[in-house]
């Protein structure tokens, strides 16, 4: 069992490993113990389909340390398949992932992980971002999307390192670019999410995998996000508010069509207004039948999940005595 897991992707990254390996055992050997974690670590290297021989250094890298451990995936699933598959492997209660191109400093770790202390998910911000130009633009428009569709501003939500207790990262879906917006779901289950400012360093072997097409997929998970935090547990609200808009925009140019039909002597059968406020009604009740289908569903299901689930902590009473009450105090501190 480990205090602390940390969770590489690993994706033709050869070169940095041994880096990687030695700056992450020079900052964990070297933190003090404290009231979040002791100082039992582990750190997780998953090949996400790497055809370098990251695999081959991998296997090197843990036959010389225990605390070192490989996972190797079939094909490239992407970042955020390889970090749930090293969660899955994990036993640490305090959960910290990072980049494996040895852009994201290592040295970091120990004041972000001291910080859990009154915070549950510690995001990095990259102070000073030693990556091209085109790609801090990219990045700056999708943090500004990011936190208006959340609700978390934050001044970098892509940033790697991250640090939090573990019931976060069991909380939250990874697949898809989901990783991108572990922060922004973490504060909207109501965990409290803080950031700090982390040492940026260039990239020193290999070469980026950033590409646009990344951020067009991010720009669909923003979607996603959005409907995970705003109407996971009512959809009818969704469904059925976009139904409601399209149906008063359909009555409303039926009613229009009528008072021609009566009031005039022009014809409306031929008109293409006729069919698309026809159209309109129409989806407005497939929407607002799909959304009462999805709240049939959610309440078969929810009944299943632990009522006490988003609960941070609570008063039991002493053995024997029987009571109704459950106190909530504050954000999760058990296990600190």
């Given amino acids: 069992m480990a205090d602390i897991s940390l969770l590489v992707p690993v994706k033709d990254e050869v070169a940095s490993l ?25 750190l997780i290297l998953v090949d996400d389909g790497s055809t370098d021989g990251s695999w081959q250094e991998i296997l090197r890298l843990s036959g010389q340390d225990p605390r070192i451990r490989g996972l190797r995936l ?9 970090l749930s598959a090293a969660f899955a492997a994990s036993t640490g209660r305090v959960i910290v992932t990072l980049d494996g191109d040895l852009q994201d400093d290592p040295a970091e770790i120990p004041g972000m992980v001291a910080m859990l202390a009154t915070a549950d998910l510690v995001a990095g911000h990259k102070a000073r971002r030693r990556d091209p130009l085109g790609k801090r633009l990219a990045s700056k428009v999708f943090n500004v999307m990011t936190g208006i569709v959340t609700g978390l501003r934050l001044r970098d939500h892509n940033c790697g390192l991250k640090a939090a207790r573990r019931e976060v990262f069991a909380s939250i879906p990874l697949y898809g670019e989901m990783h991108r917006y572990l922060a922004a779901i973490g ?3 109501g965990f409290h999410v803080v950031e700090r400012s982390v040492h940026h360093r260039p990239r020193q072997h290999g070469h980026s995998k950033f590409g646009l097409e990344r951020y067009a997929r991010g720009g669909l998970d923003l979607l996603t996000v959005m409907s995970l935090i705003r109407y996971t547990h009512r959809p009818a609200h969704l469904f059925g508010g976009v ?8 009555m409303t140019i039926l009613l229009y069509l009528s008072g021609v039909w009566l009031f005039t002597d022009q014809a409306i059968g031929n008109r293409p207004l006729l069919l698309m406020g026809i159209l309109f009604v129409l989806l407005a009740m497939q929407l607002i039948s799909l959304g009462l289908v999805a709240e049939m569903i959610i309440n078969r299901e929810v009944p299943r999940e632990d009522p006490l689930r988003h609960v941070a902590s609570r008063t039991d009473p002493p053995a024997g005595q029987q009571t109704g009450r459950v106190g909530v105090a504050g954000t999760p501190r058990e296990g600190s």
Avoid: C, Y
Avoid at 74 to 82: L, M, Q, V
Avoid at 243 to 250: E, H, M, Q, R
């Fill in 187 to 189: 504060h909207a289950q």
């Fill in 18 to 42: 041994r880096q990687l390996a030695d700056e992450v055992t020079a900052a964990m050997d070297g933190r003090p113990p404290n009231a979040v974690a002791g100082t039992r670590w582990e």
């Fill in 74 to 82: 079939r094909r490239n699933f992407g970042k955020s398949a390889a």
């Fill in 243 to 250: 139904g409601l808009t399209t149906g008063f925009i359909g």
